[in-house]
């Protein structure tokens, strides 16, 4: 039986190297038989958590915010696998997929127990620096957050580095990689 899959993709650019690969991806797991659900943010409004703790006060449903998060917390809901494609910027995820990260607080505090269902989790990065230690500080926040943080499994990542341009990530062995690792989906 196939996975539900959440593809967050947070690239601001249509078509851009972050979203190429999430594609990629996607279309791995579609032939692998898996459901897919891809969610650009740049086509919703978000707003950054207002540290209101509203959400611990169960004032909420689960955020006390009306935008379109909602929209991410539904599809959120069904996924049994989280996928996270961001472009790196300044060595992390960008402002929308942090957004989208820190609203997650409120899934928290209004779970039971403050436990998160478990998922599946998978970082797709695209970024200009192709140096490995680039990717060093994301990496790290990734386990810390969604690994220790709240438990959820690590089925792998596409660390896309030397790719800048618009579209430049297409003719890269790292198109390949992301559509395996949708494959390779369990």
Request: charged share 20%; net charge negative; hydrophobic share 45%.
């Given at each position: 039986?196939?996975?539900?899959?959440?593809?967050?993709?947070s690239s601001p650019r249509e078509k851009g190297?972050?979203?190429?690969?999430?594609?990629?991806?996607?279309?791995?797991?579609?032939?692998?038989?898996?459901?897919?659900?891809?969610?650009?943010?740049?086509?919703?409004?978000?707003?950054?958590?207002?540290?209101?703790?509203?959400?611990?006060?169960?004032?909420?449903?689960?955020?006390?915010?009306?935008?379109?998060?909602?929209?991410?917390?539904?599809?959120?809901?069904?996924?049994?696998?989280?996928?996270?494609?961001?472009?790196?910027?300044?060595?992390?995820?960008?402002?929308?997929?942090?957004?989208?990260?820190?609203?997650?607080?409120?899934?928290?505090?209004?779970?039971?127990?403050?436990?998160?269902?478990?998922?599946?989790?998978?970082?797709?990065?695209?970024?200009?620096?192709?140096?490995?230690?680039?990717?060093?500080?994301?990496?790290?926040?990734?386990?810390?957050?969604?690994?220790?943080?709240?438990?959820?499994?690590?089925?792998?990542?596409?660390?896309?580095?030397?790719?800048?341009?618009?579209?430049?990530?297409?003719?890269?062995?790292?198109?390949?990689?992301?559509?395996?690792?949708?494959?390779?989906?369990?």
């Amino acid at each position: 039986m196939g996975k539900n899959i959440l593809v967050i993709n947070s690239s601001p650019r249509e078509k851009g190297n972050t979203e190429l690969l999430a594609d990629a991806f996607i279309n791995g797991a579609v032939a692998a038989g898996h459901q897919t659900v891809k969610v650009n943010l740049r086509e919703l409004n978000i707003g950054v958590c207002l540290g209101c703790y509203g959400c611990f006060a169960k004032k909420g449903d689960p955020c006390i915010q009306k935008d379109d998060m909602n929209v991410v917390y539904s599809a959120l809901e069904q996924a049994d696998t989280v996928v996270l494609a961001s472009p790196l910027y300044w060595w992390q995820f960008n402002a929308q997929m942090k957004a989208v990260i820190d609203r997650l607080l409120a899934i928290y505090a209004t779970a039971e127990n403050m436990t998160i269902p478990p998922k599946d989790t998978v970082l797709i990065i695209a970024a200009e620096d192709k140096r490995a230690e680039n990717f060093a500080q994301i990496v790290s926040y990734y386990h810390e957050c969604f690994g220790k943080g709240i438990n959820w499994r690590d089925k792998g990542m596409v660390l896309a580095g030397g790719v800048n341009k618009k579209g430049e990530v297409a003719d890269t062995p790292f198109i390949a990689e992301a559509e395996n690792l949708g494959k390779s989906m369990l």
